[in-house]
């Protein structure tokens, strides 16, 4: 079996964890979670019961990271757990739908900030999507160690930014603790609650989602069983910091009585900071947010299906490692591929948003990996933390069920598809490796 050799520290680990959490969602969501509930206490409070997910969650995937340090993630702790059935499914919903629809879904959403910074070239925002994606895909050919260093550069460099962007606000005199009251009462014009809040949730936990990601590059992490529990708990504590800190300097700043929409605020809160250079200074940072993102999703994305082939349950190639560099080549060939597809026919926003429901399953179901292995989990947060966690899955995919059912559907019926495609991909494995030994 091909071994990808383990050259990633602490810094890139906790770098892939915040990376995909902090990206185009750190600017969008918290401007239009404060919009639709109308009240800072309501939104303190999605955010730190999201803050106690992550956290517990957080918990439970370092733990399966540690038990099984390999490439690959969810599809390696979900076929320990599940089999490789479930594992299939979810590495068919990954590869095919999901990360290829975050990617296209990124890259897109960074255009908007592209023609800001470069109006007098508008021809290169509509160009620069595909060009994003191939750069972040062939720097993850070049090696992993490369691109491990790449991303912890890009993600240091954005959290200095996020935290500067927070204190030039509170010393400069820009953001005022007044702006924040009346602190439990909700604003006229928010939306109804209970919409409000349900989308606030599903809002919250996708824009604070892909901490995770790390444990997909578990087989590449030098001494994992020190390394990726600091990585997952730090990682997951600095993204809540952050997304705390920002959603409240904005309020500080500019009033919810104030807000307009939320691709309007990022002009609207770099006006208030920097006057008529804002809008530019706070696209740069969006740019640089999203570059953190995409350049963690793309080291991440390309181990699922690297790790299904190398169980068998996926075609062959894409087990290749890259004999110069030591890089799952044809998988990152294949996600990079599918993305730039999916930009192609613009089909990220459908996709994403028939996958959710899944999603948040298969999250649950991992966690739940814990209580299904041989040996018992000795640490202080078992077994509450992954009751929470698993509870709150629960939770989120009843609320996105009954909010908006038909996608969840039709996303459940595009992830059932998998089996037979699975079946088909083993027949397929099976002619072949009988055609190998008849010749023989």
């Known amino acids: 079996m091909n ?6 520290g602490l810094m890139a680990a906790m770098a892939v964890v915040t990376g995909e959490s902090v990206a185009l969602g750190i600017f969008l969501t918290p401007a239009s979670m404060a919009k639709s509930l109308g009240s800072p206490a309501l939104l303190l409070a999605v955010w730190l019961g999201m803050a106690l997910m992550a956290m517990c969650g957080a918990l439970c995937y370092a733990e399966l ?12 702790y979900l ?95 820009k953001a005022h603790v007044a702006n924040l009251a009346p602190f439990s009462m909700r604003r006229p014009g928010s939306d109804p609650l209970f919409g ?22 578990a087989g590449e992490v030098r001494n994992p069983k020190r390394t990726l529990p600091l990585a997952f708990v730090a990682g997951v504590a600095l993204v809540i910091a952050i997304y705390l800190l920002i959603t409240f300097t904005f309020i500080a700043v500019i009033p919810l009585g104030q807000l307009t929409s939320s691709t309007a605020f990022v002009a609207q809160f770099g006006a208030a900071l920097f006057g008529s250079a804002g809008a530019k200074a706070l696209s ?10 995409m350049s963690a999703l793309m080291m991440a994305a390309p181990r699922v299906s690297f790790a299904m082939a190398q169980s068998g349950a996926f075609f062959a190639p894409f087990a290749r490692l890259s004999h110069r560099f030591k890089t799952p080549v044809n998988a990152v060939l294949l996600q990079t591929g599918l993305a730039l597809l999916v930009l192609f026919f613009g089909a ?10 899944t999603a948040v399953v298969f999250l649950g179901l991992t966690a739940a990996t814990l209580f299904r292995l041989p040996e018992r989990v000795d640490a202080w947060w078992f077994p509450a933390a992954p009751i929470f966690f698993i509870g709150c899955c629960a939770v989120l995919a009843l609320l996105i069920m009954m909010h908006d059912p038909l996608p ?33």
Request: charged letters at 10%; hydrophobic letters at 55%.
């Open 3 to 8: 071994r990808t050799p383990r050259q990633l």
């Open 65 to 76: 990271a540690v038990r099984f340090p390999e490439s690959g993630g969810d599809y390696i």
């Open 79 to 173: 076929r320990a757990g599940f089999g490789d059935r479930i594992a299939f499914l979810y590495g068919w919903m990954s590869t095919v739908v999901m990360y290829p629809g975050v990617a296209a879904s990124l890259a897109v959403g960074s255009a908007a900030y592209v023609v800001v910074l470069a109006p007098q070239a508008p021809w290169f925002a509509t160009f620069f999507p595909a060009l994003l994606l191939i750069v972040f895909g062939g720097v993850n050919l070049l090696g992993t160690a490369f691109s491990g260093r790449l991303v912890s550069v890009v993600n240091v460099l954005k959290f200095v930014l996020l935290f500067g962007l927070v204190a030039w606000a509170a010393f400069s005199g």
């Open 196 to 217: 409000a809040i349900v989308g606030a949730i599903v809002a919250a936990f996708f824009s604070f989602g892909g901490w995770w990601e790390a444990g997909k590059i």
């Open 284 to 293: 740069g940072c969006v740019l640089l947010c999203v570059f953190g993102g």
């Open 348 to 357: 990220f926003d459908r996709m994403l948003a028939y996958i959710i429901f």
């Open 408 to 440: 969840a559907l039709i996303g459940t019926v595009v992830v059932l598809c998998g089996d037979p495609a699975g079946r088909w991909i083993e027949r397929q494995r099976t002619a072949t490796r009988r055609i190998v030994l008849e010749r023989n």
